[in-house]
């Protein structure tokens, strides 16, 4: 089975707090299309929770658009996002917006230095872990996952040498 054209319309959604795709952070579970209806499964980033009504407007409309007149209803996958689904690309996202994915290597974001403390505890509700840089002394923000794991994911390889 083919993912319907209409995923991409969903992936190419942008999120409301990092200026990337909502494909490339690894959110989009599935779309699928019986009838007039579709169905937008997402697998909300603790990060993106907050965010979440804005998101479900911004797919409504590009759906709305690519696919008149269909009933739409987004379901919440929640824990469902791993790290892993985060592509390179939404790396390079998250990282030029200061964050880091849980399971890469702590590495400063501003300055590319692997100096960094992690900054006391876990951030809250939305699940982030402060670091800070000792080179530079910017603080930055590693995202963890549902209930605030941290698991092993490959490392995203970086270009260059
Ligand atoms: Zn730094």
Not at 51 to 80: K, M, N
Not at 82 to 93: C, K, L, N
């Amino acid at each position: 089975m083919s993912p319907d054209p209409l995923t991409g319309v969903v992936a190419a959604v942008r999120d409301p707090e990092i200026d990337v795709g909502l494909g490339d952070l690894g959110v989009v579970r599935s779309v699928s299309r019986t009838g007039a209806r579709i169905v937008v499964r997402l697998a909300p980033t603790r990060l993106s929770c907050p965010a979440r009504g804005e998101i479900a407007r911004r797919v409504r409309s590009a759906l709305t658009d690519a696919a008149p007149g269909h009933g739409i209803e987004i379901v919440w996958e929640r824990g469902a996002w791993q790290p892993a689904s985060v592509t390179s690309a939404g790396h390079d996202a998250l990282r030029t917006a200061g964050y880091r994915v849980a399971g890469t290597a702590a590495r400063c974001p501003y300055c590319a230095s692997d100096d960094v403390a992690r900054a006391g505890r876990f951030g809250g509700a939305v699940c982030k872990v402060p670091y800070d840089c000792r080179a530079c002394g910017s603080p930055f923000d590693v995202i963890g996952t549902a209930g605030c794991a941290v698991l092993p994911v490959p490392d995203v390889r970086q270009g260059g040498s």
